[in-house]
């Protein structure tokens, strides 16, 4: 079955990287893609990465994909206060139309 | 010029009552959405429309009813609300070809 998984909370030090890790389970996916939540918003599409591709680098962001092991993360480089979102790693499925979301995972900014 | 708007942002309404939730978007997307995200921020998809016609109907309750007037236009209509329906509840768009979906803003449901 499809099942998108990552950790719930990670609490990272200003100007410091952040790395959010998700692993998924149908080796079929497509596509798969970060997603941003700040507060009292909606989905805002960061960035996404096809399953043919092993890393992605786009300013900040870096994304890395493991296929073999079904491993996907995301690198933020110099985390500012303004990171501070709600994370969410998503597959969509070769013939589905739908993506799955994992459960999001909350990054907080020390300072 | 808001890509996929929903109305109302915010809905308060007692159990039993009936309610609708707009979406639109201007984007020219072949396919909306709707999506349920609960109180610990978990989201499932709920409904897919495609050019009107429905493709995806995930286990929701059938006092949930999704109506497609054109393509441009998903609404949502929940029938005898429930303490449990309460949610923020996304509309989406996509168009084939294109990576990933384009979100409105999300209703904050609220049942009492």
């Known amino acids: 079955g499809e099942d998108v998984e990552q950790s719930l909370f990670l609490s990272v030090r200003e100007g410091d990287s952040s790395v959010i890790n998700c692993t998924y389970t149908?080796?079929?996916?497509?596509?798969l893609y970060w997603y941003k939540q700040e507060p009292g918003a909606g989905l805002q599409l960061l960035t996404y990465i096809f399953s043919n591709m092993d890393m992605k680098q786009d300013q900040r962001l870096t994304v890395l994909l493991n296929k073999k092991d079904k491993h996907l993360s995301l690198r933020i480089a110099d985390t500012q206060t303004g990171d501070s979102a709600i994370y969410f790693c998503a597959e969509s499925i070769i013939g589905d139309d739908k993506i799955i979301f994992g459960k999001g995972t909350r990054l907080h900014i020390l300072p | 010029d808001t890509a996929v708007s929903q109305t109302p942002k915010y809905l308060v309404t007692q159990m039993g009552n009936d309610k609708s939730i707009k979406c639109e978007q201007n984007?020219?997307?072949?396919?909306m959405y709707w999506y349920k995200q609960d109180s610990k921020k978990f989201l499932k998809i709920m409904f897919s429309?495609?050019?009107?016609?429905?493709?995806i109907n995930e286990t929701v309750p059938n006092r949930f009813s999704p109506k497609s007037p054109d393509k441009a236009h998903l609404n949502l209509h929940i029938n005898s609300l429930e303490l449990g329906d309460s949610a923020v509840y996304f509309c989406?768009?996509?168009?084939?070809?294109?990576?990933?979906?384009?979100f409105g803003s999300g209703t904050r449901l609220t049942v009492v």
């Open positions: 984007l020219g997307h072949d396919t």
């Open positions: 429309y495609n050019n009107k016609e429905l493709i």
């Open positions: 989406a768009s996509s168009q084939k070809g294109a990576q990933g979906y384009t």
């Open positions: 149908d080796s079929s996916s497509t596509y």
